[in-house]
């Protein structure tokens, strides 16, 4: 029986390939891109790569617009009378933790979380030329895990299909933004990212301060009508007078219990060094004593945890976003081979877009449970296969195919197309289900080269599995 | 071989790339940036144990001082809460400085120690952190044409 393994692409044979060489030629007239703008997680940039948000910004503008208005409203309507009446210093107060919290909040939202950048073509070849794969029979693979020693705790690492890689200690993918997080812990959605451990402070300083900023609202503006009805009238007529001051307190209202609520939380989890969804799925506490003697990052000590966890070493942005793409890795110019070789795929330019719905028509066929490894505990994972494949996936029944299984035969092409110039090719199917960022150049060589069971349909004399 | 290349440049255009190796993080003690020391297989011919332990502990030890704990961390984390973190646009974080002191090393050793023998690490900045990349390169001439053949034959049997 004829397998499905490809041959390693040798750089030189590409070079003096015509289709690499037009498409070389029309990369040299493109400008050179910046790194942002191939990401493939769901993310959005500003200022040409400065700034990075999630794709779904969530509740951000609601979050922003509550605050700038309750704000605007207490300097507005409260600040004159009680400037008056009680001392300056109160919307001086006001200012300065209005501005903290708005910039604690803009800096949570635009700074990345600590998102890992996917694994390479080779890295990944590497991981899976040293998991066991023989034997296995069944299409879906097992859940890849290594287990490892932290502080002579066993601790176990899973695999990230859509990364291709293992995940270190405390990482999480998050679903909603297609990355894996350092230290991963929610995604936040009122702060439209998610929250990882580059910006755990700020979003640490944003909720603290946010809620000495509404307690201060909601004080005061007590204080305003309580003053107000004092001074002869009643609380009615005082209330009356400033209509401002009851939607300021309507909002803190509800605002501080769910606020101070989450400070105290968060608090917890600072002086233990946990994370929520650590927390959530209970990793360390209820299997072992005591959670401090559980949790191996814990330093067991409040004040060394907070320490660590607030004002410790910040490291910079591991994906890089305002560096250029390598030349040898550009994918714009697969658009021109996309035409010639494959015009199904001329609907749909984006290469990134193509592979994600090809990537989600995969999940689907083969059972999605293996992809629930890749987003635990963000509390609104969306469901996993969130777009439909649309027209330029190619169909997943291609025509059977000698020498190949029915089923390989549907992940034969989305494989090739994963490939990229110096990579090893992978042999397991289950690693060739979820690749990022294809470089379609080199599939058009490996059509015109490997049999491509998929692309049938187009190249219906092509010799399949050319066996050395 | 160790005349061939006289610098970087000159390795990248001659030689062709062999092989990769990766060297990937060590996690006993936590999630503090290190690597694994030990000495993968594939190099045994190309280089020294002693040479390329040197360089791995090193780069562990550059980590762990960008990581450090202490002092002058906590006065970086303090100042910039205090500043509502705007301090960070105008002053450069210790991790930084100790990023461009690995950068700096990581070029010196290739240039001195990995060229030579037709190596190439890849600063582990570039990789996500996650792997010491090593590039093993071949002489172009010499075991190009083995590789070169089969994949002519599979480009052109269509």
New interface residues.
Partial sequence: MKNCEY???????LSV?PLSAQSHTEKKDQRPRRKWEVFPGKNRFFCDGRLILARQSGVLPLTLGLIVVTCGLFFAFDCPFLVKHLTVFIPVIGAALF??VV??LL?TSFTDPGI??R??P??AA??ERQIDTSGSSTYRPPPRTKE????QQV?K?KYCFTCK?FR???TSHCSLCDNCVE?FDHHCPWVGNCVGKRNY??FY?FIISLSFLTSFIFGCVIAHITLRSQAGKSLVQAIQESPASVVELVICFFSIWSILGLSGFHTYLVASNLTTNEDIKGSWSGKRGSEESGN??SYNNIITNC??T???????S???RRGFVPPDEVIPAASSASEMELPHFSAKNDVNMCTQSTKDVLERMVNSGSQTLCSPGTPKTTPLVQELPGTAAPSPEPPPSAGCPGLLDSRCPFFSRSSEK?SLHSINPAFRLASPSPSLTRTA?TL???ADVGFMPL?P???RD?A? | MATEFHNLQELRRSA??AN???IQ?D?????ACRFQTKFPSELESRIERTLFEDTVKTLNTFYAE????GGQ??L???LA?AT???I?LCME????KV?KKIAKYIQEQNEKIYAPRGLLITDP???????I?VSIYEDRGSS?SS??S??????T??
């Fill in positions: 041959q390693q692409i040798d750089p030189r044979a390939s501005v903290f910039i604690s800096r890992l950048p694994a390479t080779d890295e590497d991981i490892i020693l932290i502080n601790v690492l890689m270190p200690p405390r230290r402070r700020f300083s191996p990052y320490c660590v607030l004002c410790g070493p910040v490291p910079p591991l994906i890089d110096d060589v015109n080269g490997a190249h004399g092509s010799a050319e050395p | 062709s790339l990769k190796v990766f993080r996690y006993s003690e936590g999630t960008a990581e450090k704990i961390s906590y970086e984390g303090c809460c509502a973190y705007l960070f974080t210790r991790y930084e990023l900045i570039e990789r996500g952190m996650r792997v990349e190009g590789s070169g089969s994949s002519v034959s599979v480009s049997a269509r």
